[in-house]
């Protein structure tokens, strides 16, 4: 093959053109990408080659030297000299100044954007809200990286869970569930009279629902592994409480708990002394040393002016509280306020708002899924999912970085909100804690993050007062100071919760507010007024926390203010660690700069560091028939013994009958000799009490008595 000569030629062309870029007289096939020698776009060596094929020189490709884009002319174009025996490609291959070219195709490419064929998923808002923008967990693009839960597990300890379910049955996980009212590891909810036992499996499917089965919707953490606990559907006892809260705690990573003492704006209770020892015993054994987390609703007694804090697990150092907003980011009308809440995320609202599309069950009216899950029951298992998310990137989560991240990651929401910034820049409201749940900055927060130190805490001494409180305006007002010395021992610098401890009469408990004010003035409303609350029995022993003062000074004034009746004694509690309010501020900085993503992508990520070394689960090594069959034993034993301690009384007090009658006889014959001589001293027959002592009623048997008359 001979090259045919060529003639090149340039056509006026400016850089700085303003046309369309390629123009439209460029359709698609008739671009060329070249790389020639010189890279000057005015040399000879580029623009038109007139005697075989006319090009016009499109400019420079980008920002890569020597690379061009040429566009072939058709005919009609204005250039006279077309010739068809010319193809574009032979000509470029015959030029000795072209490096390198190639046909500029049209490519096919789609925008990397979740789809799914469950036929709700389209309305799954709390996923993808297309209607209110930003009003979403902002999951969909972790989903894009795979960033699904994988290798975490979350159980929902609830009234049970449909695991044969389409949507949950291939993410079950049999070794993390149990049936504690039946008393068997099968969870699946029992049909009852009101058809209420579906609680559980909505929740379940919240977490952990499949994607592209074509039925119903999809979990925010659909890569993760789900279990279930049924407890709730039967009393609950203080044993079978603390039971649920370390069950399988070696294989369940988080509890999602949707339930509480009653939400009627008149309750006060929460963990017993059983259940209290359980979750701390699960933050520090669970899941291999790094902390079981526990997750729970805060309460839908809103509409009852009910408080959380008089809720003993939302109020707990050792819980994620949760609360609720609706679609547009605002709290609903029975969500609850408390300073211990921690977060926010999305649940159903009032009228003509959407509430969360999950699954549901099949039993009795259910159809399997449902567009009606509501209240923080709903909230709680979306943050439970969030927390899965976070545990795939960070394995090593410790209980307390799962609380920071959510601290240093939340966002504010609904304006009208009274939101207040800490001493240490967290922003915070009694609505809506540190702000609405985001799970790509949660994932991104997780990947950079390193654990923080040991727990350390503080206590005052327990401070007896009797003091009686002026009626409301006035208030009585306490103060403690902590000082350097105070926390040398411990070590801590900084706080994450503080807690009062209060005992306080009063005729009409709801009348009482208590208010806590940090050293940096941060004050928090622990105690709330309720006015339906009548109670005549104050506050026994109850302690209220707050979250409000997280990354500040623990060193200080503290001030507590109390209005109405009788403070009889009080107790101060500080919970945090070891790091100073600069390795707050830097960790503040490390999160905002972790926000972009960047860290996803690769494989950084800190070294992790080994779990607590904590002896395996103790299983009890009798199932109930045993322990059924030893308590039948032990019933037996103890008739028997019965019987035996009838059977010798009875056997003694005829041999004591029969020696007094022999000893009769032997009187009678007179000239025999003397007992004494023939038999040696006379032995007395005594009956003895449990000390060994003769009994009061001791007489000698030859003495007359009831039991030797014949």
Not at 243 to 269: L, M, R
Request: with cysteine.
């Amino acid at each position: 093959y001979s090259p045919p000569s060529i003639r090149i030629t340039i056509l006026p062309f400016s850089l700085s053109s303003t046309s369309p870029w390629p123009p439209p007289s460029c359709g698609p096939g008739q671009s060329w990408a070249v790389k020639v020698q010189n890279g000057d776009s005015n040399s000879e060596d580029l623009g038109l080659i007139a005697d075989k094929v006319p090009f016009r020189n499109q400019g420079q490709i980008g920002q890569l030297a020597g690379h061009f884009l040429l566009c072939s002319l058709r005919p009609g174009s204005g250039v006279g000299f077309w010739r068809k025996s010319a193809e574009p490609g032979d000509v470029l291959a015959a030029h000795p100044h072209v490096l390198w070219y190639s046909k500029d195709r049209v490519l096919i490419r789609s925008k990397r954007s979740v789809a799914f064929n469950d036929p709700r998923y389209p309305e799954q808002w709390h996923l993808h809200n297309d209607v209110n923008r930003g009003m979403d967990i902002n999951v969909t693009g972790l989903w894009e990286r795979n960033i699904t839960g994988r290798g975490v597990t979350v159980v929902v300890v609830d009234d049970g869970v449909e695991h044969t379910h389409q949507d949950i049955q291939p993410n079950y996980s049999p070794e993390g569930s149990y049936d504690l009212n039946s008393n068997d590891p099968d969870p699946m909810p029992h049909p009852d009279a009101h058809s209420d036992n579906h609680h559980g499996t909505r929740c379940a499917g919240e977490i952990a629902a499949v994607p592209n089965n074509s039925f119903c919707a999809v979990g925010v953490a659909y890569g993760s592994k789900v279990a279930g606990i049924r407890v709730l559907d039967g009393p609950l006892t203080d044993s079978l409480e603390a039971i649920a809260f370390n069950k399988h705690y070696q294989v369940n990573d988080i509890y999602s708990c949707s339930w509480g003492p009653d939400d009627d704006g008149h309750t006060v209770d929460g963990p017993h002394p059983l259940g209290k020892a359980a979750l701390q015993h699960g933050v520090i054994a669970g899941r291999r040393g790094f902390g079981s987390i526990f997750v729970v609703a805060s309460g839908n007694g809103g509409q009852y002016n009910d408080n959380c804090n008089y809720d003993g697990y939302a109020n707990s150092i050792y819980t994620i509280t949760i609360g609720a907003v609706d679609e547009k980011g605002r709290m609903p009308f029975y969500a609850e306020e408390c300073a211990s809440m921690l977060a926010v995320t999305f649940s159903s609202g009032g009228n003509k708002l959407r509430s969360i599309v999950t699954s549901d069950w099949s039993m009795q009216r259910g159809t399997g899924c449902t567009e009606g899950h509501t209240g923080t029951s709903a909230a709680a298992p979306l943050a439970a999912g969030m927390v899965a998310l976070m545990l795939q990137v960070r394995p090593c989560l410790t209980w307390r970085d799962v609380q920071h991240i959510i601290a240093f990651t939340a966002t504010k929401c609904d304006s009208s909100a009274d939101w207040r910034v800490n001493g240490a820049g967290f922003h915070h409201s009694h609505q809506h804690g540190f702000g609405l749940l985001n799970a790509w900055r949660l994932v991104n927060a997780a990947k950079v993050w390193e654990s923080v130190p040991f727990l350390l805490s503080y206590q005052s001494p327990l401070i007896q007062e009797a003091v009686s409180i002026e009626t409301y305006p006035d208030e009585l007002i306490r103060t403690w100071n902590v000082t350097s010395d105070d926390l040398k021992d411990s070590g801590m610098r900084t706080l994450e919760h503080v807690a009062v401890t209060v005992t306080i009469t009063h005729p009409c408990r709801g009348n009482v507010e208590l208010v806590l004010v940090c050293p940096s003035g941060m004050a928090s409303v622990i105690g709330a007024r309720r006015a339906i609350d009548r109670d005549t029995g104050g506050y026994q022993d109850w302690t209220f926390s707050t979250v409000r003062c997280w990354g500040e000074k623990a060193e200080g004034q503290y001030k507590l203010r109390i209005s109405d009746h009788i403070l009889k004694q009080w107790k101060l509690s500080l919970y945090g660690s070891s790091m100073t309010y600069i390795e707050v501020k830097d960790r503040q900085r490390l999160v905002k700069d972790a926000m972009s993503g960047k860290y996803l992508d690769d494989s950084f990520s800190p070294p992790c560091p080994p779990g607590l070394d904590v002896p395996p689960e103790i299983v009890s090594p009798f199932t109930s028939n045993s322990l059924r069959f030893l308590l039948l034993l032990g019933c037996f034993a103890l008739f028997w013994s019965i019987y035996c301690t009838l059977e010798v009384t009875l056997a003694h007090v005829d041999f004591r009958g029969l020696l007094c009658l022999g000893r009769r006889r032997r009187g009678r014959a007179r000239g025999r000799r003397s007992r004494q001589e023939r038999d040696g001293p006379e032995v007395l027959v005594v009956a003895m009490d449990r000390s060994g002592s003769p009994g009061r009623n001791y007489r000698p048997c030859w003495t007359p008595t009831p039991i030797c008359r014949f």
